[in-house]
């Protein structure tokens, strides 16, 4: 997702060899020369700039002591110029800070003050693991012995290194993690300690609240997730002095990395009117319907909440029964049409399936006592009705992704205790069920947590702010979805690139208070769905009355809805199940067009007690999981009839595809 830092630049001729020279020479060599230093190279390694380093592996470089004594006398035109410009840069990117905060401040004087002493309400539960550790001095005293000897093991590495071995790193990041690519951070002896002495370090915090026992498992994860956070916050990758990709960027353009990266910085402050909100891709190269969201179809239907959109057909017959998709309303439907060749709206066109989804409205304040009965009534019911009025058909098969999958539940469950026999058939897209394992957004339905959020909504009119969903969603990958832009945009300066993926996930909805707190308490807060307490519309749901055929599919590295949690969805069911894992996460596991080739999933007939049997006892296979899919659906879509014409149904189109309710900005 993120730019990687450059590979360093190295010099030519003979300077490069000059300054291997240097490189290689005893650090005691520059204390005495025996003449005076040469002026300094104000294109050198980060290494030299900082005072860090003898060198860095871009070359170039002079000792701290030959930096602070040249004569700047010695300084050719050249070199002054360069000097000149950084010197006037750095004055530049200051003075564009300075403003960028007043003006920040400035707009939000009049706001109500929102800066907490205990912003992650995490002070209870980081009390509790504490106190407990404290009570057992003799582990303390253990973790500090190890971490201790794990520091003696890396400065003798370390001395190693500077002998000129090539010892073994005595830590090294997680696989997948992307902040220590650049290759000064294992070439640079002083960069290369740095690095291991924060993995040491921040492993040490995570690993001794991991470890504690006797504690309240919530508490315990609230304080895991805090520390990760506050350890991920202080890598030495997302500070200028201790980052060598930024320094050298920043000695290599004479400064104006850093001013551009404080325009950036300005711009995001500007943007998010007066709050920060880091761009995570090049928002001005997407508009919705040129270049995302753009399979051909119609707007047949709408009221308060939905859109109701039927795409073109793709093939000349289409099974009979036709498909509706309830994606989630916390985004927007196009991540189902990013691009025609990951669309899975295109692809299933061309399976033969007549395609209708669901465009949530973006809501504003008229629209924040909207309850969950109310998406049920005017977005299941009303959507199942107008599909069957237009497909000319008595039933319907569904797929419900996400939070659209949850209501989907709910509404089966309703209809079951109604005798309402309208969908033939369920598919669920990492959607949750039963809450009790769900992922980490249960660490955000405190009850104090939610105090403070229903005060946001009463504060904005009523409704939960797209950027609020945004920060919380980003918050749960931090350094893929906040440190890294911050590197890149801020400390070497650099322009986020175009990602339609990351266009789609900036373009967040806000949330109806009186829905969004119901479903954070019911679902989140008691799993009441799971317990067959919940109650619509005076009924009193039971998924276990629900007998159409369901399929359900989970992604293995899914954070928001863990394979686990979704597998214990899948068993409260009635009738047949056929489950499915996909390989990569919430996103990427649901969205693996087949012609992309890539992942894998895995698929078992039986159901038993728990995800780790199932797997047990699974098939692998790899590429994508959408044939399999599409085989289940088929079987259960009815016979072959002409392609239906979305401009020549019984409901008269409104308007074009993808319609007005997704374009409406936060």
């Known amino acids: 997702m993120t730019e990687q830092p450059s590979a360093p630049t190295k010099p030519k001729g003979k300077k490069k060899a000059k300054d291997k020279a240097a490189a290689k020479a005893p650090k005691s060599a520059a204390k005495a020369p025996s003449s005076p230093p040469p002026p300094p190279d ?3 390694s980060p290494a030299a700039v900082a005072g860090a380093a003898q060198s860095a592996s871009n070359g170039a470089g002079l000792s701290l002591e030959a930096s602070a004594s040249f004569d700047p006398k010695a300084l050719t035109a050249e070199q002054r110029a360069v000097l000149e410009k950084l010197s006037a840069n750095l004055a530049r990117a200051a003075l564009t800070a300075q403003g960028a905060i007043a003006e920040a401040a400035l707009r939000q004087a009049d706001r109500p003050a929102a800066l907490s002493p205990d912003p992650f309400h995490v002070t209870p539960a980081l009390t509790d693991v504490m106190g407990r550790l404290a009570a057992q001095p003799d582990r303390l005293v253990r ?8 520091y003696m093991e890396l400065w003798q590495a370390a001395a190693r290194k500077a002998a000129g071995e090539n010892p073994e790193p005595v830590v090294a990041p997680a696989k997948g993690d992307k902040r220590f690519t650049d290759p000064d951070w294992s070439e640079n002896p ?3 300690v740095i690095k291991q002495s924060y993995l040491l370090t921040s492993n040490w915090l995570n690993g001794l609240v991991s470890e504690v026992e006797g504690v309240d498992p919530m508490s315990k994860r609230r304080v895991e997730f805090f520390m990760k956070m506050l350890t991920d916050a202080f890598s030495p990758s997302n500070f200028l002095v201790s980052n060598p990709a930024a320094l050298r960027e920043a000695m290599q353009t004479h400064g104006e990395s850093l001013l551009k990266g404080v325009e950036n910085f300005a711009a995001d402050l500007q943007r998010g009117g007066g709050q920060l909100s880091i761009s995570q891709t090049d928002y001005e190269q997407f508009e919705i319907g040129r270049n995302v969201a753009t399979a051909p179809g119609k707007v047949v239907f709408q009221n308060e909440i939905i859109q109701l959109l039927q795409f073109d057909p793709t093939t000349e017959q289409v099974h009979e029964i036709p498909l509706l998709i309830f994606p989630p309303w916390i985004n927007k439907f196009y991540i189902l049409d990013l691009r025609p060749e990951n669309s899975m709206i ?24 909207k309850t969950f009965e109310d998406y049920m009534r005017e977005g299941v019911y009303a959507a199942t009705d107008a599909v069957m009025t237009q497909a000319q058909v008595d039933r319907v098969n569904t797929v419900g992704y996400c939070i659209g999958g949850t209501l989907l539940s709910a509404s089966l469950a309703h209809m079951a205790a109604k005798g309402d026999k309208r969908i033939a058939s369920a598919t669920f897209f990492a959607a949750q069920q039963d809450f ?9 339905t405190s009850e104090d947590w939610l105090s403070d959020l229903e005060k946001k909504m009463d504060a904005g009119g009523g409704v939960l702010s797209g950027q609020t969903m945004a920060d919380t969603f980003n ?7 906040i440190w890294s832009f911050f590197v890149n945009n801020y400390l070497m300066g650099k322009e986020p690139k175009p990602f339609d993926l990351l266009f789609w996930n900036s373009d967040q909805t806000r949330m109806p208070k009186a829905l969004h707190m119901f479903y954070l308490r019911k679902f989140y807060g008691e799993n009441a769905l799971a317990k067959g307490e919940l109650v619509l519309d005076d009924i009193k749901l039971d998924l276990s009355k629900v007998k159409i055929p369901i399929y359900v599919q989970s992604s293995k590295e899914d954070h928001i809805a863990p394979a686990r949690s979704v597998y214990r969805g899948a068993k409260l069911f009635g009738g047949p199940v056929t489950f499915t894992l996909a390989g990569s996460g919430h996103i990427a596991g649901v969205i693996n067009a087949p012609a992309a080739n ?5 698929t078992c007939e039986h159901l038993p007690d728990s995800v780790e049997a199932w797997m047990g006892g699974a098939k692998e296979t790899g590429g994508s999981w959408w044939p399999h899919w599409a085989e289940w659906l088929k079987a259960r879509s009815g016979k072959l009839v ?13 308007e074009d595809a993808p319609g007005s309710y997704v374009k409406v900005k936060s």
Request: charged content about 20%; cysteine-free.
């Open 42 to 44: 104000l294109t050198a």
């Open 143 to 150: 973790a500090q012995a190890d971490l201790f000897q794990r």
């Open 190 to 192: 002083v960069f290369d």
């Open 346 to 369: 295109r692809w299933l066109a061309g399976q033969g399936i007549t395609v209708f989804v669901v465009s949530w409205v973006n809501p504003d304040a008229r629209l924040a006592e």
């Open 436 to 444: 009790a394992e769900a992922g980490d957004l249960l660490l955000f």
């Open 475 to 481: 918050a749960l990958r931090a350094n893929d979805l």
């Open 598 to 602: 890539k992942y894998q999933h895995w």
């Open 642 to 654: 002409p392609a239906r014409d979305p401009a020549k149904g019984p409901l008269k189109p409104i």
